[in-house]
T-cell receptor, first 116, second 112 residues
Framework: SAVISQKPSRDICQRGTSLTIQCQVDSQVTMMFWYRQQPGQSLTLIATANQGSEATYESGFVIDKFPISRPNLTFSTLTVSNMSPEDSSIYLC?????????????FGPGTRLLVL | DAKTTQPPSMDCAEGRAANLPCNHSTISGNEYVYWYRQIHSQGPQYIIHGLKNNETNEMASLIITEDRKSSTLILPHATLRDTAVYYCIVRASGGSNYKLTFGKGTLLTVNP
């Protein structure tokens, strides 16, 4: 498995501002993903972060709202842009394809975002 | 990926076995059954996965029926710390298809 950290762990933001969330893994991984979990709901995949190319977004999510960077095999960022209260959620990073090309996804602890 | 059906909630007494069912009647031959759990306000934790044989690890056992249309996750001696939402997910193996589709899961409450 892998040890995954996210920063910040939580934040309270004003509407109209943007927040960048960082995801760091302790080993190189092939795949990194970003999920959103709205209050009382299950997890929804936002996008797959591709190293060296644009992220692949799921239906309903767009790059202008959730720009993603993946500069190397151990790090990714997700920005939540022009935030509104509806963006209040837990944002989770997950990884797969580490050494040995394991297919199981492992999740970070999440970033709890409250937008006022 | 095939859809899964789980009961919304279950209770279990501390120290007893917790048996969590999952139906996946449309599962394909190359699809694995994965189980994750999410303890309140934490990231999902991987538990176990299997294709067609029963699997066991330090956390749990996974029993898959012969026709693969359903499975049961067994926590042999449930503790209060096992209270969580348990997700059963079916996912194809191979290639770049790592995507996980989460349903609503089963809220397991372990009672003292």
């Amino acid at each position: 498995s892998a040890v995954i950290s996210q920063k910040p762990s939580r934040d309270i933001c004003q509407r109209g501002t943007s927040l960048t969330i960082q995801c760091q893994v302790d080993s190189q991984v092939t795949m990194m993903f970003w999920y959103r979990q709205q209050p009382g709901q299950s997890l929804t995949l936002i996008a797959t972060a591709n190293q060296g190319s644009e992220a692949t977004y799921e239906s309903g999510f767009v790059i202008d709202k959730f720009p993603i960077s993946r500069p190397n095999l151990t790090f990714s960022t997700l920005t939540v842009s022009n935030m509104s209260p509806e963006d209040s959620s837990i944002y989770l990073c997950s990884v797969a394809g580490g050494q040995g090309a394991w297919e199981t996804q492992y999740f970070g602890p999440g970033t709890r975002l409250l937008v006022l | 990926d095939a859809k899964t059906t789980q009961p919304p909630s279950m209770d279990c007494a501390e120290g007893r076995a917790a048996n969590l069912p999952c139906n996946h009647s449309t599962i394909s031959g190359n699809e694995y059954v994965y189980w994750y759990r999410q303890i309140h306000s934490q990231g999902p934790q991987y538990i176990i996965h299997g294709l067609k044989n029963n699997e066991t690890n330090e956390m749990a056992s996974l029993i898959i029926t012969e026709d693969r249309k359903s499975s049961t996750l067994i926590l042999p001696h449930a503790t209060l710390r096992d209270t969580a939402v348990y997700y059963c997910i079916v996912r194809a193996s191979g290639g770049s298809n790592y995507k996980l589709t989460f349903g609503k899961g089963t809220l397991l409450t372990v009672n003292p």
